[in-house]
């Protein structure tokens, strides 16, 4: 077996996409003749003070041995220089989507984690994107050589196809899912929704809650100002066994988001065969084929206005972005291909090998 250090920050079982991802390919890279074992870094990154940066490396020089290191892009690409080389090869970088990329931050901030993931990346001995766009936008913006990143898109498990909500009073539910900060734009969607409050709609958002308190707070203003509090339902951080029956019992999923790495939710809402309303933001765009969603620019309250009415006030359009949306899910990567694409460049790049 080839010996695989997985670094991740933070809880591993945290629920969002990321650690999502995490957990799906540690549980089947041993098929592919991996044994990983996973090392906890702390939860600040990608803010890490020195002395987390200094159990970093402790952390993974640690019983190392012949060991390839494989450290959540959360983490490295905040680790300077100086750590990566202390850490020493071969060592792979896992990018879900840049740090940089992230809504909210000040400029300052924004060309600071640029420029530490530039440096980061340059160190890796081989990158794990998780989308094509990723891969892409590493190229482009990181100066990251084609050669060294393989694309490993997430995986999504086979549903059953939703219900729908069945409301008696012709209510249409709408779901979205995605950790309460900046990047999900929530605020845009919540905007375009006070837009159609002449229609019969009810919106859940599921979703860690603990991210960015100033934005909750904000939101929850928002919310009460536009008098929309008995509309909208926070249900916060879902396990699997309680989001499953949401989607299977929801009308139409949205993602408002301003960027997304891949975008998780949208291909398991793809696999319910829910109507989808998305916006266009990175990844998002080619996560969902062209026919299956309904696909508006980021951070245009208009737009997403006028596609909620359709979808809320047409029964044939939903049918027909559904039927769209479960023919495609047949075309999705499972869990088992994203493995192989990484458990190859880890076996490439054991010392053994």
């Not at 159990?55 to 892009?73: F, Y």
């Not at 995986?155 to 909500?165: E, H, L, Q, V």
Request: glycine fraction near 8%.
């Amino acid at each position: 077996m080839t010996r695989l250090l997985f670094a991740i920050p933070g809880d591993l079982s945290t629920m969002t996409g990321g650690y999502g991802y995490d957990r799906r390919i540690i549980a089947a890279l041993p098929q592919f003749g991996i044994e990983v074992e996973t090392r906890r870094l702390a939860d600040r990154f990608p803010f890490p003070s020195q002395s987390d940066l200094k159990e970093a490396v402790s952390s993974l020089t640690k019983d190392r041995g012949t060991a390839v290191v494989m450290i959540d892009g959360l983490a490295y690409g905040a680790l300077p220089p100086a750590c990566i080389k202390a850490v020493s090869g071969p060592i792979i970088g896992l990018v879900h989507h840049p740090l940089a990329y992230e809504a909210g931050l000040s400029e300052a901030m924004q060309k600071g984690l640029h420029a530490s993931e530039k440096n980061a990346l340059s160190l890796a001995d081989h990158v794990i994107a998780t989308s094509p766009t990723t891969g892409k936008a590493l190229e482009a913006d990181f100066a990251v050589p084609a050669n060294k990143i393989t694309i490993a898109e997430p995986g999504t498990d086979r549903a059953p196809k939703a219900i729908g909500s069945g409301t008696p009073n012709g209510r249409v539910d709408l779901l979205a899912v995605g950790a309460i900060v900046p990047r999900k734009a929530y605020d845009v969607l919540i905007n375009a929704l006070s837009q159609i409050v002449d229609l019969n709609w009810h919106l859940r958002i599921v979703g860690a809650m603990d991210r960015a308190p100033d934005t909750v707070r904000a939101l929850r203003d928002q919310i009460s100002r536009l008098h929309l509090d008995e509309r909208i339902e926070w249900m916060g951080e879902c396990p699997s066994d309680q989001l499953e029956p949401l989607y299977h019992h929801c009308d139409v999923f949205v993602m408002p988001s301003h960027y997304e790495g891949f975008g998780m939710a949208l291909t398991e809402a793809m696999a319910h065969g829910l109507p989808i309303l998305s916006t266009t933001g990175g990844a998002a765009a080619q996560t969902i084929e062209d026919g299956a969603a309904l696909k508006i620019p980021p951070a245009d309250v208009p737009a997403m206005a006028q596609a909620l009415r359709l979808l809320i006030s047409d029964p044939a359009q939903r049918a027909k972005l559904s039927a769209a949306a479960w023919s495609a899910a047949g075309r999705l990567t499972q869990w088992n291909e994203s493995a192989r694409h990484i458990a190859h460049v880890i076996h490439a790049l054991a010392p053994s090998r």
